[in-house]
């Protein structure tokens, strides 16, 4: 047996017992929705919260209650939930929000929090554990007059199996690349 199979048999046993220590693989799965937001200002649009660079965030204008909304289609089980914060200014802005997750779509604020942000370093990314709340919305929203929400990465943790496998193939093989560690496919958005 050479060194290459030697390798490619320990990186397949990492991915194998990886999965069996956590019961399942954990799956971000933000990408796979649609955002939206209270209202914008400038160009900050609400899909910059999903495009993987911390530079690029949402923006709202001053007002009272604002709120990002990410509707993944379909009902999931949330383990938890990234925020990452701006880094060049105002990152007290953040300090109060809330993350809902749940299945009211017209009235978001019925849906539970699964947490209040106390407040996020500027540039830096914070976890919220939802410990699988139910839900098809995740919104973040800040209580109050005269607020301005901006997130610049959101991610929303799922695991799998646990959760209804999509139907797409390229997003199918995403997870089971995840398990495996064989390099991830880029899925188009659908
Ligand atoms: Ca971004």
Redesign the pocket.
Known sequence: MNMRVVFKSLLFLLGFFSVQTKGGTEVNIATWGKANQSTQAYNWYPS??L???????THTDVQSDPWWKLDLMKTYSVNRVTITNRHDCCSYRINGSEIRVGNNSSDLFRNPVCAVVSSIPAGATYSYSCGGMKGRYVTVNIPGTSKILTL??VEVYVIFPGNSEPQSKCLLAQIRAKQSLFPRPKCRKE
């Open positions: 910059n919260a495009d993987g660079k911390n530079s690029t965030c610049c990465e």
